[in-house]
């Protein structure tokens, strides 16, 4: 027996992207070094993309196709800013016409600054590391804003702050690769909170100070899982309370409230408020933590439910798990009352036999969210093309549309077809 929802007119429906995964033909940041270097899944490169760089006259015509609302993308800054003391206005013309096709289109663009990636010249500094890391990427802040703040009045800062700073120095995943570096987590995760909110601060100074019509919104991408013991064993319970303290409750703190919390400092350096318009949420699945004796591993380790069956996991091998996207909204909306945003929400799923169930799955969370006051107001689908899955490479098939990497010929999956429906309708049925 199916249920039908509706969700109100005024709710946003898009999609997601990020530069690196999809423009290719840029050889200035560090994750074409990354893969010259053989990090990325199968030998690829970021070098290759979806070509979107190329073709973004036509992937715009292809959102509106889809009937989007909003799209998120990046800007990347290396070809913003292709050396130290270099600016190239032809990269300001390329996304300052990308952003005039998408509002002539009716598509809100909402800009990440930072997307994982850096230029390789910030890179070789040290990245986050560097000394003078956070004043170099408020110059590009300031440079982006001044650039195309009269046709972008929403930015993203940082997307996952948590996902980024652990990946590249504890997991080894991305540049610069460092295994079990705490200390360098915990430093790059201050810098990143410091980065936002002076970001926050400047983006809303320029835009006043240009008297742009549009008001401005400001906030960050914060990666959002499950996390849950496995088992009632006190070491279980101890390592997902670790876990979920040091990969999301330090973030959420010095992004939203600006305050700097143990081990990463104390008090609130820019004063204390607010420092987001808006509270992005990437939310893809849950983690369950089994107990370990390995202090390096925070007395746990992480795993997926071992009976979940095939049929609720996606092509990675996570859980599909719709109700934990209730669970972390009210998380953030119990505690600050912020308009949220999901950012990115998505599935690889390379014969496109789970995405419709699943974007239908997480709307209706969506809608019970709504129905119990929670100020949900857009939702991302991650992601409009097949992109550079980072490390994985090429191989996970996000997208609504489908790239072929022989031509890089688009075609719109069934499951797109199906959510360009409800993007345009704002109705859908829960089978």
């Not at 973004?56 to 070809?79: A, G, P, T």
């Not at 996902?163 to 200390?183: E, H, L, Q, R, T």
């Not at 950012?343 to 699943?358: F, H, L, Q, S, V």
Request: glycine residues 8%.
């Amino acid at each position: 027996m199916s249920k039908s929802f509706e969700l109100p007119k005024g709710f946003l429906l898009g999609s997601a992207t990020a530069a690196t995964q999809i423009e290719g033909g840029n050889i200035n940041n560090n994750w074409y070094y990354w893969s010259l270097a053989g990090k990325v899944g199968n030998g690829e490169s970021s070098f290759t993309g979806a070509d979107h760089y190329a073709r973004y006259v036509e992937d715009v015509k292809l959102l509106s196709k889809l009937n989007q609302e909003c799209y998120r993308m990046s800007i990347e800054w290396s070809r913003i800013q292709p050396s130290e003391n270099e600016w190239s206005m032809e990269a300001v013309d390329h996304y300052r016409d990308e952003f005039r096709l998408l509002l002539e289109a009716g598509i809100k663009p909402l800009v990440t600054l930072h997307h994982f990636s850096c230029p390789e010249w910030f890179q070789k500094k040290g990245g986050w590391l560097g000394k003078n890391a956070i004043k170099e990427f408020l110059e590009f802040v300031e440079f982006a804003v001044n650039h195309f703040g009269d046709l972008v009045s929403e930015w993203c800062t940082i997307n996952e702050p948590n996902v980024f700073a652990n990946d590249s120095y504890v997991d080894g995943k991305y540049p610069p690769g460092s295994y079990g570096d705490i200390p360098a987590y915990l430093k790059v995760t201050r810098r990143l909170i410091l980065a936002h909110l002076k970001s926050y601060q400047l983006i809303h100074k320029i835009r006043k100070e240009s008297c742009f019509s549009n008001p401005t919104k400001v906030g960050f991408a914060h990666h959002l899982a499950i996390f849950s013991p496995l088992t009632s064993h006190p070491l279980a319970r101890l390592g997902c309370f670790l876990s979920d303290y040091l990969f999301h409750e330090i973030q959420m703190k010095g992004f939203v409230e600006g305050k700097l919390s143990f081990p990463i400092g104390f008090g609130y350096p820019e004063g204390k408020g607010l420092f987001c318009d808006f509270i992005g949420i990437n939310y893809y699945s849950r983690h369950l933590f089994k107990a370990s004796y390995n202090p390096g591993n925070l007395f746990a380790t992480p795993m997926v439910d071992p009976n979940c069956p095939d049929a609720r996991k996606n092509d990675l091998g996570w859980e599909i798990y719709p109700e934990g996207l209730s669970k972390v909204c009210h998380r953030v909306w119990d505690d600050y009352k912020l308009p949220i945003y999901i950012t990115e929400n998505g599935i690889p799923d390379a014969k496109d036999e789970k995405r419709e169930k699943y974007i239908v799955d997480h709307l209706a969370e969506i809608r019970r969210l709504l129905d119990e006051g929670v100020s949900v107001e857009r939702y991302y689908y991650w992601s409009f093309l097949d992109n550079l899955e980072w490390n994985d490479g090429y191989g996970p098939k996000f997208g609504l549309v489908e790239v072929d990497y022989n031509n890089m010929k688009r075609t719109i999956r069934k499951s797109g077809f199906r959510y360009a429906e409800i993007c345009k309708t704002k109705k859908f049925e829960l089978k």
